[in-house]
């Protein structure tokens, strides 16, 4: 159960409710009226509890869980417990993030606008607006209906957001558009200056940064993340992207629809990602490259040329994951003849 501190839970809900929740379908012999209070991880869920099984690595926790209901896919019906109501559906995370969600809704936050927060005259905001303690609003923004703002948060002049957004607790926005429905969490900064200048032996030259950030409906971006305004184009993040945390992109980085970025991963200039391109935590993308949608790049990749669509790309520098691991074999294969002709 989680903790009631932190975590305000809803219900409980009838079966058949959930199941209506995550687009499941009742099991054979489900009860629809069968009552559950909450959601549990397999190893630890008991009586009132639903769960989920999705990896065949939890097998052995799926066959001997104490769960009242689980999520599965049609083919794992044959190792369910005895007993165990089931939740039929092709995608079982995903129907336990809905279900998780009714159990679970983000929290309302405290209504009205705290008295320490600075709002501009010139700023605009919709209806129904939340804004944290000693957040400011500069002049010329527009804020969207329902969005919230959290403590400490700076929202830039002439910045957008659209309704429903949320911004956490310490963000900054400056030059950027952004979409409907976009959360941007703690310590996120989003539109400063991109890493530009001419070099000069006698004292590098700034150049100044002239572009915006655009961020498309329904993305998230995570705690710490920086992204760079545009040097003259702008800096793109397509709908429908989630980032991690602590990820920088650079100037005129444009990220198609619904990429994956993970934690620590950077992205030099200029360089475009397609749709749907996935990246793994601490992968580096050099400058100026073109990223095929599809693609997908390994942790910890040195990726300095362009990647095809649907490419697999792993290593320092990045190769296709299958010249990656024939290299892996033939150095473990030298390095075993070697030590045998000792």
Request: proline share 6%; aromatic share 6%.
């Amino acid at each position: 159960m989680a903790d009631p501190r932190f975590f305000a839970r809803r219900g409980p809900f009838l079966l058949a409710d959930l199941a209506g929740f995550a687009g499941a379908a009742l099991g054979p012999g489900a009860a629809g009226d069968l009552m559950i209070v909450d959601v549990a991880p397999l190893e630890v869920a008991a009586e009132g509890e639903v769960s989920f099984f999705d990896n065949p690595r939890y097998a052995d926790a799926f066959r001997a869980s104490r769960a009242q209901a689980c999520i599965v896919a049609p083919k794992s019906l044959k190792d369910a417990p005895a007993g165990m109501a089931l939740l039929l559906s092709e995608q079982p995370y995903k129907a336990y993030a809905r279900i998780a969600q009714a159990f679970y809704p983000e929290p309302e936050g405290e209504p009205g606008i705290h008295p320490s927060a600075i709002i501009a005259p010139g700023a605009i905001l919709g209806r129904e607006v939340i804004v944290g303690a000693q957040a400011v609003i500069e002049t010329g923004a527009e804020i969207g209906d329902r969005c919230r703002i959290g403590p400490n948060a700076v929202l830039g002049r002439n910045i957008v957001l659209g309704e429903e957004g949320r911004i956490g607790a310490g963000v900054s926005l400056s030059h950027c558009l952004i979409g409907r429905r976009v959360t941007i969490h703690p310590g996120a900064r989003i539109g400063q200056d991109g890493f530009g200048f001419a070099p000069d032996p006698a004292g590098h030259v700034k150049v100044p940064q002239l572009g915006r950030v655009l961020i498309g409906d329904d993305c998230e971006i995570g705690a710490n993340t920086t992204i760079d305004r545009g040097s003259g184009h702008d800096t793109i993040i397509g709908a429908n992207v989630w980032i991690d945390n602590l990820v920088q992109i650079g100037h005129n980085v444009e990220v198609g629809r619904g990429c994956i970025i993970v934690a620590q991963a950077g992205i030099s200039g200029s360089t475009k990602l397609g749709d749907f391109v996935a990246l793994g935590g601490q992968a580096g993308l050099a400058g100026h490259l073109h990223i095929g949608s599809g693609a997908q790049i390994a942790a910890q990749a040195g990726v300095m040329g362009d990647v095809p669509a649907g490419g697999k790309w792993c290593g320092a520098p990045a190769v296709p994951i299958r010249d990656f691991f024939r290299q892996t074999a033939l150095l473990q294969r030298l390095v075993r003849e070697r030590s045998d002709g000792k």
